[in-house]
Nanobody, 121 residues
Framework: QVQLVESGGGLVQAGGSLRLSCAAS????????MAWYRQAPGKQRELVAA???????NYSDSVKGRFTISRDNAKNTVYLQMDSLKPEDTAVYYC???????????????WGQGTQVTVSS
């Protein structure tokens, strides 16, 4: 069983920056991938950025060049640095982690509680 705790959301003006954090804890053997998703009102949840344990990263076209995902493996924490924010970035951001847990030796896919990011015009 793995739990994710997110922080760093808030209100920011267009063009500003925000840094999200997501810390994983629990019966973790290894984390294979961590990712950030977001869901805006009236829209489907979308993948924003993902990072594998091997250091490979992927970004949505809408955020590429503006957002940066990074990981601190020792702390089981993933970050999302968001620069040049736009009003269309407004959404609830969710952290996801996938890997192997020592809890009955099972794989896991866990979600954070979500953190609100609001970008004003």
């Amino acid at each position: 069983q793995v739990q994710l705790v997110e922080s760093g959301g808030g209100l920011v003006q267009a063009g500003g920056s925000l840094r999200l954090s997501c810390a994983a804890s629990g019966r973790i053997v290894r984390i294979n991938a961590m990712a950030w998703y977001r869901q805006a009102p009236g829209k489907q949840r979308e993948l924003v950025a993902a990072s594998t344990s091997g250091g490979m990263t992927n970004y949505s076209d809408s955020v590429k060049g503006r957002f940066t995902i990074s990981r601190d493996n020792a702390k089981n924490t993933v970050y999302l640095q968001m620069d040049s924010l736009k009003p269309e970035d407004t959404a609830v951001y969710y952290c996801n982690a996938e890997g192997l847990s020592s809890w009955f030796g099972k794989s896991f896919s866990s979600w954070g509680q979500g953190t609100q990011v609001t970008v004003s015009s």
